[in-house]
């Protein structure tokens, strides 16, 4: 079955015509929705397979996994999951696996754990899967610690996607010293673990040796180099160097808008206006469209989608009540508003809203107006979580006792008492 739209539509058309459908042809149908992304549709051709009572197998489970390996389809995920366990079906390494990684990216780290823990038998996937979840959670030290355990099994053969599992654990911990030590064992490192190894030494402020590194890899005009390097400059408020990569970035791309609204905000940061309104012409004239930030949350099995400023939800007014009393509630327990200090990483929508009007405020918002007490808030954002939000969010989780989780590009934020899983470097 080929991949293209067009021929998708086709084999669901002959799919749809067919008199009887076996487990390969339902199979099939799922895998072609899923490679498409069409996740929604290969959920309901699941559900509809098993009310014709054809039991699925570990290739068609393993099929379906990847749809519910986001945020707001996590409960399919756990149905399914509980699925197998009543009907007896093979839950092997492959199908183990293939749950564990749906855990992870849906945000549910302790539930992919536990999968890891009740394995019999681990193969390589196993380890790297739950190295790179631990990391992608801000437990970085538990993935390094994991990888320790995983180098005992003279079995297990370390290939380029473990190592790069761990280089990302060395990254979220700040291990500088075991970073380069596993960076050394890599017989042919690739781009992927030379930007790890960059992100790893910005983080920590090794700038000379950030330099240093790239020279020797001969890899500067490597845009994801530059990201990587862009995110130490943010973290350590490296401002000038900040802007010479900008600059470099819409040298190497003139057509991603994302780079001169990196650039916009710089000079916004330094109130030189006149050219942020050049800038802003030039986006124009160039017919480029910089990205739109949007977050969504999950509730009573409907996904609430919110743009920034967004007021066009039912309970709009409720949503922004909430955050303009938490904003108070802060303020008057002695602690400061949050920093209006937008970094490299944001959107231009975003820095000329005001705070309350960020499209993951709404969402978090939404969430604790409508959930019991104690309920975890669990949001998605589609780009990194400004340092304003951020700070916010650590606010609200210890105001409201309630442990919140933001899933941005890089990573999963979990907020609780005040504090970030991330460590405030993200």
Same mark, same amino acid.
């Given at each position: 079955?080929?991949?293209?739209?067009?021929? =998708?539509?086709?084999?669901?058309?002959?799919?749809?015509?067919?008199?009887?459908?076996?487990?390969?042809?339902?199979?099939?149908?799922?895998?072609?929705?899923?490679?498409?992304?069409?996740?929604? $549709?290969?959920?309901?051709?699941?559900?509809?397979? @098993?009310?014709?009572?054809?039991?699925?197998?570990?290739?068609?489970?393993?099929?379906?996994?990847?749809?519910?390996?986001?945020?707001?389809?996590?409960?399919?995920?756990?149905?399914?999951?509980? /699925?197998?366990?009543?009907?007896?079906?093979?839950?092997?390494? @492959?199908?183990?696996?293939?749950?564990?990684?749906?855990?992870?990216?849906?945000?549910?780290?302790?539930?992919?754990?536990?999968?890891?823990?009740?394995?019999?038998?681990?193969?390589?996937?196993?380890?790297?899967?739950?190295?790179?979840?631990?990391?992608?959670?801000?437990?970085?030290?538990?993935?390094?610690?994991?990888? =320790?355990?995983?180098?005992?099994?003279?079995?297990?053969?370390?290939?380029?996607?473990?190592?790069?599992?761990?280089?990302?654990?060395?990254? @979220?911990?700040?291990?500088?010293?075991?970073?380069?030590? /596993?960076?050394?064992?890599?017989?042919?490192?690739?781009?992927?673990?030379?930007?790890?190894?960059?992100?790893?030494?910005a983080r920590a402020g090794l700038f000379n040796d950030?330099?240093?590194?790239?020279?020797?890899?001969?890899?500067?005009?490597? #845009? $994801? #180099?530059? +990201?990587?390097?862009?995110?130490?400059?943010?973290?350590?408020?490296?401002?000038?160097?900040?802007? +010479?990569?900008?600059?470099?970035?819409?040298?190497?791309?003139?057509?991603?808008?994302?780079?001169?609204?990196?650039?916009?905000?710089? /000079?916004?940061?330094?109130?030189?206006?006149?050219? #942020?309104?050049?800038?802003? @012409?030039?986006?124009?004239?160039?017919?480029?469209?910089?990205?739109?930030?949007?977050?969504?949350?999950?509730?009573?099995?409907?996904?609430?989608?919110?743009?920034?400023?967004?007021?066009?939800h039912p309970r709009s007014e409720m949503i922004h009540?909430?955050?303009?009393?938490?904003?108070?509630?802060?303020?008057?327990?002695?602690?400061? +508003?949050?920093?209006?200090?937008?970094?490299?990483?944001?959107?231009?929508?975003?820095? $000329?809203?005001?705070?309350?009007?960020?499209?993951?405020? =709404?969402?978090?918002?939404?969430?604790?107006?409508?959930?019991?007490?104690?309920?975890?808030?669990? #949001?998605?954002?589609?780009?990194?979580?400004?340092?304003?939000?951020?700070?916010?969010?650590?606010?609200?989780?210890?105001?409201?006792? +309630?442990?919140?989780?933001?899933?941005?590009?890089?990573?999963?934020?979990?907020?609780?008492?005040?504090?970030?899983?991330?460590?405030? =470097?993200?």
């Amino acid at each position: 079955m080929r991949e293209s739209r067009q021929s =998708l539509e086709e084999a669901r058309s002959l799919f749809d015509a067919m008199p009887s459908r076996d487990l390969i042809s339902w199979t099939e149908m799922i895998q072609g929705h899923v490679k498409n992304g069409g996740y929604n $549709e290969a959920l309901k051709l699941f559900r509809l397979m @098993t009310k014709a009572r054809i039991k699925p197998d570990s290739l068609t489970v393993t099929s379906i996994l990847p749809a519910c390996a986001r945020v707001p389809a996590h409960k399919q995920g756990k149905e399914l999951h509980a /699925y197998l366990f009543r009907n007896g079906i093979d839950m092997n390494p @492959t199908v183990q696996n293939a749950f564990m990684d749906m855990y992870v990216k849906s945000g549910f780290i302790e539930l992919a754990s536990n999968v890891f823990t009740s394995m019999v038998e681990r193969d390589i996937i196993s380890w790297t899967i739950m190295i790179l979840g631990y990391s992608l959670h801000g437990q970085g030290a538990q993935g390094l610690g994991l990888f =320790l355990e995983m180098e005992q099994d003279p079995s297990l053969e370390i290939d380029e996607f473990t190592y790069a599992a761990v280089l990302h654990a060395c990254v @979220t911990a700040c291990r500088v010293d075991v970073g380069m030590s /596993y960076f050394d064992r890599i017989k042919a490192p690739t781009v992927t673990h030379c930007v790890l190894m960059i992100a790893l030494l910005a983080r920590a402020g090794l700038f000379n040796d950030t330099r240093t590194f790239i020279k020797e890899h001969q890899i500067e005009n490597k #845009v $994801e #180099v530059l +990201r990587a390097l862009l995110d130490g400059c943010r973290i350590h408020q490296q401002v000038t160097m900040g802007k +010479r990569i900008v600059e470099q970035l819409c040298e190497l791309e003139p057509l991603n808008a994302e780079n001169y609204v990196l650039l916009s905000n710089w /000079y916004a940061e330094n109130a030189k206006w006149d050219m #942020v309104d050049k800038l802003k @012409t030039t986006i124009k004239d160039m017919g480029l469209k910089p990205k739109r930030a949007y977050s969504w949350i999950e509730f009573r099995n409907k996904v609430h989608v919110f743009g920034t400023g967004d007021v066009s939800h039912p309970r709009s007014e409720m949503i922004h009540w909430k955050l303009q009393h938490l904003m108070k509630k802060m303020e008057e327990g002695g602690g400061d +508003r949050p920093s209006s200090i937008f970094s490299f990483h944001d959107v231009d929508e975003e820095r $000329e809203c005001i705070l309350i009007g960020h499209c993951e405020m =709404l969402a978090i918002s939404f969430g604790l107006i409508s959930t019991r007490e104690r309920t975890t808030v669990r #949001v998605t954002k589609n780009l990194r979580v400004c340092g304003s939000c951020h700070d916010f969010t650590k606010a609200i989780s210890k105001i409201v006792r +309630r442990e919140i989780i933001i899933k941005d590009p890089n990573c999963f934020h979990h907020f609780k008492n005040g504090h970030c899983s991330c460590g405030d =470097l993200w």
